[in-house]
């Protein structure tokens, strides 16, 4: 049985710029919002968008992740035909052979596709905060003949430099392709959100493949070789959220835009495009007496008798009595000891800050960094960790800056 069209999600991202957060987990396991993570985006995307196979190509530390999506069920893709697949790199006689490349990552995989014989194949990031309507996206695709299509945003001029750029004619056909440009010809930047023919996708990741000079990756060389050939190309214009993650700072933002749904325009609330996700099944969370919470998210199973301004607190974080935190990100399990200051900063999982710590500090005049402490680790009381600071292991005593 064919299906029209099948999704796969490349979620083998190390994410080597979010440092002590993706040291044992894949960036796409990271967790956003209170009680999600990354990967739930996309995967909500295909079951809003009514796409029900979607392979999620891992790589890099892919356990918590694989047990995490386990057989689909939070997003309604545990399905006998179909469903979610995670599909790691073929073990070959000679060992792992590891993606080497977006494009050599599908190409691994034509079998998984050819399995659902799909008209189309859409190809989606695991690494992005994004709410889409991916039919939407495919019916301009059909109602351009397209061989291929890719989602653009509009950015900033002054910004276009840093991305991938489509330049496009007033049709939106594409007629040439920017990768990082100095001289930009056009701010409509990809999101690395694609949809192919399934037979355009075959033929030109085979083709790829066989070339021993290609780096075998979407941007640097499968665009390129279909501009080359003349192919039918659009740029869809997408006006949603959309977000990549890839940085401390930009995970912290994005973390407080959920704050602000009505100018933010990410919506976590939306019972329209719910964002589904593997819970944690907690019991409510708890705000004593003597707690203060303003303006914050506060998730299962949090228990507060300190101050919390400004944050996203995931499920089970404790905060003790006289314990302050303002423009902070603190994921799950974690406990804040009573008297200790935490500001504009991103706690990772199962963190222990000890007494009257600090950590981090609110920028002075815009200026000051996001602090940043890895999983597991246990702040010593009376430590201070200055707003720079990237923490990965147990500080006992002392300043680190």
């Known amino acids: 049985m064919a299906k029209e069209m099948i999704a796969m999600l490349l979620a083998g991202g190390q994410g080597s710029r979010l440092y002590a957060l993706t040291q044992k987990l894949a960036k796409p396991a990271v967790p956003f919002g209170g009680k999600y993570r990354i990967i739930d985006f996309p995967l909500s995307n295909c079951v809003n968008s009514g796409i029900d196979t979607v392979g999620i190509l891992t790589q890099y530390q892919p356990l918590v992740l694989n047990e995490y999506i386990g057989n689909g069920q939070p997003w309604d893709l545990d399905r006998l035909h179909g469903g979610v697949h995670v599909l790691p790199p073929y ?5 792992s052979d590891w993606y080497k490349g977006t494009a050599n990552a599908i190409y691994q995989n034509l079998s998984f596709i050819e399995r659902y014989n799909p008209q189309y194949v859409i190809i989606l990031s695991g690494d992005q905060i994004c709410k889409q309507d991916y039919s939407d996206f495919l019916r301009f695709h059909k109602e351009k003949d397209a061989e291929f299509s890719v989602a653009v945003m509009e950015v900033p001029w002054e910004e276009a430099s ?10 939106d ?16 930047a990809s999101m690395g959100i694609y949809i192919f023919n399934w037979d355009i996708l075959k033929k030109y990741l085979i083709e790829d493949e066989a070339d021993p000079n290609s780096e075998n990756d979407f941007g640097n060389n499968i665009i390129p070789n279909l501009l080359r050939d003349g192919r039918r190309m659009y740029a869809y214009h997408f006006s949603g959220y959309w977000k990549d993650v890839g940085t401390i700072s930009s995970l912290w933002e994005a973390n407080m835009e959920v704050l602000d749904p009505e100018h933010s325009g990410i919506n976590l609330f939306d019972e329209n495009w719910k964002i589904y996700s593997r819970n944690s099944g907690m019991t409510g969370h708890r705000i004593s007496a003597d707690a203060v ?35 902070a990100v603190i994921m799950g399990g974690t406990v804040i000891k009573e008297g200790a200051v935490v500001k504009h900063c991103i706690i990772a999982e199962g963190v222990v800050i000890g007494k009257n710590a600090v950590v981090g500090a609110m920028p002075d005049a815009g200026q000051g960094g996001v602090a940043t402490v890895g999983s597991g680790v246990h702040i010593g009381d009376n430590v201070k960790v ?16």
């Open 173 to 188: 056909r594409i007629t040439e392709f920017q990768e990082k440009p100095k001289e930009p010809k056009s701010n409509l």
């Open 91 to 95: 073990q070959q006689a000679s060992g």
């Open 386 to 401: 200055g707003p720079n600071a990237m923490i990965d292991s147990d500080v006992e005593g002392g300043e680190v800056q």
């Open 162 to 171: 840093r991305f991938g750029l489509m330049v496009a004619g007033e049709d």
């Open 293 to 327: 919470v303003e303006d914050s998210m506060i998730t299962d199973g949090c228990r507060i008798d300190g101050h919390v301004k400004h944050s996203i607190l995931f499920a089970g974080v404790q905060v003790e009595k006289g314990a302050e935190i303002e423009d």
